[in-house]
């Protein structure tokens, strides 16, 4: 499955629109009070530790954007935004949307 931040496939025909697809992550407090307990981890004000699990949940966020996609018969979702987004104090929202679509693949 492609998936693209563009709204077209450079030398691809887009054949069907499937529509707004998309995948959401929520990180609890819990991260929150292990990423200041492990502060002694941060270096030159980066923490290792707090990426990853961003990064982890970006990645949730898309793979659950892809399977909606895939289960429509798209074979792409183009469009792609990624959010990043607080909730309340203590959670931490990451939503990936995008277009799914079917190409040609030839």
Same mark, same amino acid.
Not at 71 to 86: F, K, P
């Given at each position: 499955?492609?998936? =693209?931040?563009?709204? %077209?496939?450079? +030398?691809?025909?887009? $054949? *069907?629109?499937?529509? =707004?697809?998309?995948?959401?992550?929520? =990180? +609890?407090?819990?991260?929150?009070?292990?990423?200041?307990?492990?502060?002694?981890?941060?270096?030159? &004000?980066?923490?290792? @530790?707090?990426?990853?699990?961003?990064? *982890? @949940?970006?990645?949730?966020? $898309?793979?659950? #954007?892809?399977?909606?996609?895939? @289960? #429509?018969? @798209?074979? !792409?979702?183009?469009?792609?935004?990624?959010?990043?987004?607080?909730?309340?104090?203590?959670?931490? #929202?990451?939503?990936?949307? &995008? %277009? !799914?679509? =079917?190409?040609?693949?030839?």
């Amino acid at each position: 499955m492609l998936v =693209l931040t563009t709204n %077209t496939i450079e +030398g691809k025909k887009i $054949v *069907k629109y499937f529509g =707004l697809v998309s995948g959401e992550a929520i =990180l +609890g407090a819990n991260i929150f009070k292990d990423f200041f307990a492990g502060i002694r981890d941060i270096v030159g &004000g980066r923490s290792a @530790a707090y990426e990853e699990e961003l990064r *982890k @949940a970006k990645d949730i966020a $898309v793979k659950e #954007m892809e399977e909606q996609a895939r @289960a #429509m018969g @798209a074979n !792409a979702v183009i469009g792609i935004d990624l959010d990043y987004e607080t909730i309340g104090q203590s959670m931490l #929202m990451v939503s990936a949307s &995008g %277009t !799914a679509i =079917l190409f040609e693949d030839k």
